[in-house]
């Protein structure tokens, strides 16, 4: 179950690198900037867009069934927003990590 879970997991995240990538190179392209520039700009949007999802799905509980179950829907709420702000918080870093104007890389 755990196995199936991390398999889901990396498979979202990968999806999402894949999109935001593509997506920042299109719009970079078009644009006339750098392409690393815009593809770090793009992480760092894509990163604060999910930890954004991530806080309001924890405080709100955004997507939350309109049935109860059998499991505490806050132990679910904390758990998918803990998720969803991990997955930001990676975004961002690697946003940062290729920004050409940075001193990390």
């Keep these: ?23 920042s190179l299109v719009i970079g392209l078009a644009t006339g900037n750098g392409l ?15 930890m954004l999802i991530g806080l309001g799905a924890g405080m709100r509980g955004f997507g939350r069934p309109s ?4 499991s505490s829907p806050g132990a679910e709420r904390v758990a998918s ?10 975004l961002l870093l690697i946003g940062v990590g290729l920004d050409p104007r ?4």
């Design 102 to 105: 940075s001193d990390i890389v």
């Design 67 to 70: 049935e109860p179950e059998r």
């Design 81 to 90: 927003a803990s998720i969803l702000i991990g997955i930001g918080a990676a």
């Design 36 to 50: 690393r520039r815009s593809v770090s700009l793009g992480y760092l949007l894509a990163g604060s867009l999910v």
């Design 1 to 23: 179950m755990i196995r199936a879970g991390l398999r889901r997991l990396s498979i979202a995240f990968g999806l999402i690198l894949l999109v935001t990538t593509v997506g």
